[in-house]
């Protein structure tokens, strides 16, 4: 007697479950580093992607190479992320062009390092806070009607957000992004708040389709990283437990994981990929 189980058995091939093709996706910050990273994830495996940052040599660049690539599209906008209007604009941009999102990634991101005694209000604080969590805030209420129309709970809208593994480390000063005697404290402070707030927001948006996590990198290429790199060159991989950083495959599993089927069930979470530099309880780690 065949079992009312196997009779329904869903397809569960790869294909199937980390199928993002036909999907749109907006990604801020997408002009470098892990925006890019995202944006080529998901153009390989045909979406229709929009990267947006203010710098658009860097965007019309990434743009290009994208659509060389292929199977999806990739478009810009140039956009600056730094206050309300500004996600504003950008979401009255995409709304011109597009009436349903899948995928939002909030991934544009600042940081800044300087002395304890003479960390700088407005540059380290206020832009690291307004960009790194403000930001976030606004740009998914502003896009938050086309990420849940047409969404059910088999096949929910998707808020990706950009977080850090600083955001649960408690050293300021020991860091790749920093020279030494300079301190981080805004920018682990605020990658903490993106975590909560990744929190509060799959709770704000579950009753809407959405799904709202956070990835936590660890050392990745990037611009923001580029100081570290300069600084302590292929002693940064050797510092890492399994003996390198991360790449852009590593990127994309995590990307098109949480914008597929694979993880329509998720939300809240807050995920590391660090490859194990949080638990070994790495002073290298971001």
């Given at each position: 007697m065949t079992s009312a189980y196997v009779e329904i058995i869903p397809d569960l091939a790869i294909p199937s479950l980390f199928n993002v093709q036909g999907k749109v996706a907006v990604i801020t910050g997408g002009g470098s580093g892990i925006g890019a990273m995202f944006?080529?994830?998901?153009?390989?495996?045909?979406?229709?992607?929009?990267?947006?940052?203010?710098?658009?040599?860097q965007l019309r660049e990434v743009s290009d190479a994208l659509n060389k690539?292929?199977?999806?599209?990739?478009?810009?906008?140039?956009?600056?992320?730094?206050?309300?209007?500004?996600?504003?604009?950008?979401?009255?941009?995409?709304?011109?062009?597009?009436?349903?999102?899948?995928?939002?990634?909030?991934?544009?991101?600042?940081?800044?390092?300087?002395?304890?005694?003479?960390?700088?209000?407005?540059?380290?604080?206020?832009?690291?806070?307004?960009?790194?969590?403000?930001?976030?805030?606004?740009?998914?209420?502003?896009?938050?009607?086309?990420?849940?129309k047409d969404s059910t709970a088999d096949d929910p809208g998707r808020v990706i957000n950009t977080s850090s593994v600083a955001a649960i480390t408690t050293v300021a000063t020991e860091s790749m992004l920093a020279t030494k005697g300079?301190?981080?404290w805004s920018?682990?402070?605020?990658?903490?708040?993106?975590?909560?707030?990744?929190?509060?927001?799959?709770?704000?948006?579950?009753?809407?389709?959405?799904?709202?996590?956070?990835?936590?990198p660890g050392i990745f290429p990037s611009k923001m990283t580029a100081f570290g790199?300069?600084?302590q060159g292929s002693s940064i991989a050797s510092g890492q437990p399994m003996g390198?950083?991360?790449?852009?495959?590593?990127?994309?599993?995590?990307?098109?994981?949480?914008?597929?089927?694979?993880?329509?069930?998720?939300?809240?979470?807050?995920?590391?990929?660090d490859g194990g530099a949080w638990v070994s309880r790495m002073k290298a780690a971001l």
């Amino acid at each position: 007697m065949t079992s009312a189980y196997v009779e329904i058995i869903p397809d569960l091939a790869i294909p199937s479950l980390f199928n993002v093709q036909g999907k749109v996706a907006v990604i801020t910050g997408g002009g470098s580093g892990i925006g890019a990273m995202f944006a080529a994830a998901y153009v390989q495996n045909g979406a229709k992607v929009y990267i947006a940052s203010r710098k658009e040599k860097q965007l019309r660049e990434v743009s290009d190479a994208l659509n060389k690539k292929g199977p999806g599209s990739c478009h810009y906008v140039v956009a600056d992320l730094s206050n309300k209007a500004g996600c504003d604009a950008l979401a009255d941009a995409i709304k011109q062009k597009e009436s349903k999102i899948h995928i939002l990634v909030n991934n544009s991101g600042a940081t800044w390092g300087a002395p304890y005694d003479n960390f700088p209000e407005k540059e380290g604080w206020d832009r690291v806070l307004s960009l790194n969590v403000k930001a976030i805030f606004y740009l998914t209420a502003a896009l938050t009607e086309l990420l849940a129309k047409d969404s059910t709970a088999d096949d929910p809208g998707r808020v990706i957000n950009t977080s850090s593994v600083a955001a649960i480390t408690t050293v300021a000063t020991e860091s790749m992004l920093a020279t030494k005697g300079n301190g981080l404290w805004s920018y682990n402070t605020s990658k903490a708040a993106v975590n909560h707030l990744t929190s509060i927001l799959a709770s704000t948006l579950a009753p809407r389709c959405i799904t709202v996590n956070a990835i936590m990198p660890g050392i990745f290429p990037s611009k923001m990283t580029a100081f570290g790199y300069k600084q302590q060159g292929s002693s940064i991989a050797s510092g890492q437990p399994m003996g390198r950083a991360g790449t852009p495959r590593d990127m994309a599993g995590v990307a098109l994981f949480l914008a597929s089927a694979a993880s329509a069930h998720i939300t809240g979470a807050h995920i590391p990929l660090d490859g194990g530099a949080w638990v070994s309880r790495m002073k290298a780690a971001l």
